[in-house]
Structures are given as structure tokens and as C-alpha cells.
């Protein structure tokens, strides 16, 4: 079946720096890819939609800026907390989907700001 | 704004049980609904899916069945195993290539 492999599973950080989050679809091309954000106890919230080589579009409330997103090969899409503050830990999770198959998740990364 | 909820937080059952777990839904113009179960720290793993064409749809020991007319999805469980213990949701959406609104989760606890 349909994997989606996401790298790091766990990472800490210290307040201020930046962590990159990378989203792997390793047996089919994805051409969209999403991006959750999920806080303890609650649902998945989308963050932002990625297709290929185009920029990502993202929800309201979800500053493109601080949350940078790459989708540079229909294979791999990246997610960037900038400047990440200890209101950024989060589990983040990413999709990936091809047409219109049922999206496939990662197994998330869960951020830590210290 | 338009979103997908589930009627109960949690759900306690025994071993060898039937669950049911339910869900609603606002946006009459989802045609595309998929149960997932998320295991702690992991990500959500697909169970079973329907489209709105149809009203109930069976997997292995699992069935989805949707009633458009009162927007509302549920997902039944046979003989309810310990392993089947996870948060379950129900996500919707609108039309290819858009992405999944999740509801909001119901923990399903199983005892033996």
C-alpha cells in the first residue's frame, strides 16, 4: 500500500530557531500534499496545501511566513517553523494524495520549544 | 464555519462488544467521507471510506454507513478487540485534490 514517511519523528528545539520537517510519499507521486497541525487531545487542523511546484495555499490563521512550505518534487514536501516559539510544539502530521486515492498520513513529527 | 464533529468524546466497551461511533456533519456538499484511526503519537491510519452515492459501504469487521438526508456518519465495529482501543474520527471533503476536514475525535476504549 501507499506509504508516506516523515522525518523527524521527534524533534526539541530552543526557542528562536528554525526546524525543517520533511514529508516523503516512497511508492507513488503525490501531487498534493498536506500539512496538519495537531495539539493534545484535539483534532488534526489543516495548515496548508501543497502541490507541486506551485506555492502552497494556506488556511486562515496560518502565517506563511513563520510556517514555510516546499513542495519541489512530486515526492517530497517540506514544512519550515521559523523562528519557533515554545506556542509552536505541536505534532505536526503531512498528507499525500494522488488524484483523487484516499490521502495517506505520515506518522507525524512531534516538536518540542524549549 | 462548516465542519465535521462527533457526537461523543468517548466511547467504553467490552471485549467482543459492538461499537458504534457516530458522526455529523454540516457541509451538505462533502461528497467523500473516510474514518480513520490515530494510535497515540502516530499518525492516522485509513479504515474504511464511502462516497456520497452510497449509504453503507462493509470492510473487514468494520462498516460505515451514511444517512445524507440527517448528515450523519457512523462507523460499527464487530466484536470489538483490545487492539481496536484508539481515537477514531470521521474527515470530509468537498472535491478531488482538496483536503480533509477532521472532526473532532472519539477516544474508544475496550476492556477485556
Known amino acids: 500500500g501507499a506509504v508516506v514517511s516523515q522525518h523527524p519523528s521527534r524533534v526539541i528545539c530552543k526557542s528562536g530557531t528554525s526546524v525543517k520537517i520533511e514529508c516523503r510519499s516512497l511508492?507513488?507521486?503525490?501531487?498534493?500534499m498536506f500539512w496538519y497541525r495537531q495539539f493534545p487531545k484535539q483534532s488534526l487542523m489543516l495548515m496548508a496545501t501543497?502541490?507541486?511546484?506551485?506555492?502552497?495555499?494556506?488556511e486562515q490563521g496560518v502565517e506563511k511566513d513563520k510556517f514555510l512550505i516546499n513542495h519541489a518534487s512530486l515526492t517530497l514536501s517540506t514544512l519550515t517553523v521559523t523562528s519557533a516559539h515554545p506556542e509552536d510544539s505541536s505534532f505536526y502530521i503531512c498528507?499525500?494524495?494522488?488524484?483523487?486515492?484516499?490521502?495517506?498520513f505520515g506518522n507525524g513529527t512531534r516538536l518540542t520549544v524549549t | 464555519g462548516e465542519s465535521v464533529g462527533l457526537h461523543l468524546p468517548t466511547l467504553s466497551v467490552q471485549e467482543g462488544d459492538n461499537s458504534i461511533i457516530n458522526c455529523a456533519y454540516s457541509?451538505?456538499?462533502?461528497?467523500?467521507f473516510i474514518w480513520y484511526k490515530q494510535e497515540s503519537g502516530k499518525g492516522p491510519q485509513f479504515i474504511i471510506d464511502?462516497?456520497?452515492?452510497?449509504d453503507k459501504r462493509q470492510g473487514q469487521r468494520v462498516t460505515v454507513l451514511l444517512n445524507k438526508t440527517v448528515k450523519h456518519l457512523s462507523l460499527q465495529i464487530a466484536a470489538t478487540q483490545p487492539g481496536d482501543s484508539a481515537v477514531y474520527f470521521c474527515?470530509?471533503?468537498?472535491?478531488?485534490?482538496?483536503?480533509?476536514?477532521f472532526g473532532k475525535g472519539t477516544t474508544l476504549s475496550v476492556s477485556s
Open positions: 498528507s499525500a494524495q494522488m488524484g483523487n486515492s484516499p490521502l495517506h
Open positions: 511508492d507513488f507521486q503525490a501531487t498534493t
Open positions: 501543497s502541490n507541486e511546484g506551485s506555492k502552497a495555499t494556506y
Open positions: 457541509n451538505s456538499a462533502s461528497d467523500y
Open positions: 464511502i462516497r456520497s452515492n452510497m
Open positions: 474527515a470530509e471533503k468537498k472535491q478531488a485534490g482538496t483536503a480533509l476536514i
